[in-house]
């Protein structure tokens, strides 16, 4: 049993950051990847942030240069620091975690673990 459990989320406004942290339970894969996703009402879910470990990083262009993954080995928590967040950033965010992968697959490649989400609400 994989468990994931992200916090961090909240209301703030444009321009603003926030943090989110996403805990798991140790498991015993070498290589693996983790990610964050997001889900706006009424839109399609999207990758925003995918970490290899060890390894790269990728982010998708929505976000690209204003967040940044990144993962905590010997805490069990991963973290996505979001800045100069914009009002379409609103979404329920997600991390996810993936054992059959130790790189970052393409973003379509469904994880088969998931935390519970947390809202981020950003006011313009």
């Known amino acids: 049993q994989v468990n994931l459990a992200e916090s961090g989320g909240g209301s703030v406004q444009a321009g603003r950051s926030l943090r989110l942290a996403c805990t798991f339970s140790k498991w015993n894969y070498r290589g693996y990847y983790m990610a964050w996703f997001r889900q706006a009402p009424g839109k399609e879910r999207e990758r925003v942030a995918c970490?290899?470990?060890?390894?790269?990083?990728r982010y998708a262009d929505s976000v690209k240069g204003r967040f940044s993954i990144s993962h905590d080995n010997p805490s069990n928590i991963l973290y996505l620091q979001m800045d100069s967040l914009k009002p379409e950033d609103t979404a329920v965010y997600y991390c996810a975690s993936d054992y059959r992968y130790s790189f970052c697959p393409t973003s379509k490649v469904t994880p088969p673990y998931w935390g519970q989400g947390t809202q981020v609400t950003v006011s313009s």
């Open positions: 970490i290899a470990i060890p390894g790269t990083t």
